[in-house]
């Protein structure tokens, strides 16, 4: 089945930097664009990033832009949000997300918490 499962979240301090990544398998990941959103506690699921399929089109949440950098290495399916520069407001859980047919399929999520 359709599967995606990020990794990469923990504890950083305020100016440093993570990767995240999401593996993909159960569809052809080179053929779908895939997105990054988070939600912190009591606010709702935010969109972060977007990137095309083949790499182009990306687009980035006004939040994130300059410091969140979104890519992909189809050949591994594997989807990545490299993220510089976090503030505490970036504490959230991470998620991957990508449009499957009439399906909207997201992972478990990854926390990202910064704090000194």
């Known amino acids: 089945q359709v599967q995606l499962l990020e990794s990469g979240g923990g504890l950083v301090q305020p100016g440093g930097s993570l990767r995240l990544s999401c593996a993909a398998s159960?569809?052809?990941?080179?053929?779908?664009?895939m997105s990054w959103y988070r939600q912190a506690p009591g606010k709702s699921r935010e969109f972060l990033a977007v990137i095309g399929a083949t790499g182009g089109g990306t687009n980035y949440a006004d939040s994130v832009k300059g410091r969140f950098t979104i890519s992909r290495d189809n050949a591994k399916n594997t989807l990545y949000l490299q993220m510089n520069s976090l503030k505490p407001e970036d504490t959230a859980v991470y998620y991957c997300?990508?449009?499957?047919?009439?399906?909207?399929?997201w992972g478990q999520g990854t926390q990202v918490t910064v704090s000194p």
């Open positions: 159960g569809f052809t990941f080179s053929s779908n664009a």
């Open positions: 997300n990508t449009d499957y047919y009439a399906t909207t399929v």
